[in-house]
């Protein structure tokens, strides 16, 4: 069983940053964020395969970077220029192999979540 810890939620304005990280008991997988906002279904937000490969969702291609230690199996989430609809629990996941699933469902393993707050 994969293990998985978030960190790094808060509060910021927007326009601000902030950076998660999730550290997991295991690298050996595709790693990725979803987000959950009020009233709204979770979402995919990033994802990065054990060799490196990373996809985004549209609205935070350009703001948000995903990165990978996979000698400390962390994974991180930098946020950059955000937005008050960023406004959501944060997610971390782990698939079940080194490639990042085709479909959402497959993602095996969840974090407790981090709650991320942005305000005018």
């Known amino acids: 069983q994969v293990q998985l810890v978030e960190s790094g939620g808060g509060l910021v304005q927007a326009g601000g940053s902030l950076r998660l990280s999730c550290a997991a008991s295991?690298?050996?997988?595709?790693m990725g964020w979803f987000r959950r906002a009020p009233g709204k279904e979770r979402e995919f937000v990033a994802a990065?395969?054990?060799?490196?490969?990373?996809q985004y969702v549209d609205s935070v291609k350009g703001r948000f970077t995903i990165s990978r230690d996979n000698a400390k199996n962390t994974v991180d989430l930098q946020m950059n220029s955000l937005k008050i609809e960023d406004t959501a629990v944060y997610y971390c996941?782990?698939?079940?192999?080194?490639?990042?699933?085709?479909?959402?469902?497959?993602?095996?393993?969840w974090g407790q979540g981090t709650q991320v707050t942005v305000s005018s």
């Open positions: 996941a782990a698939g079940r192999s080194p490639m990042i699933p085709i479909i959402n469902r497959d993602w095996s393993y």
């Open positions: 990065i395969s054990w060799s490196g490969i990373r």
């Open positions: 295991h690298s050996n997988h595709a």
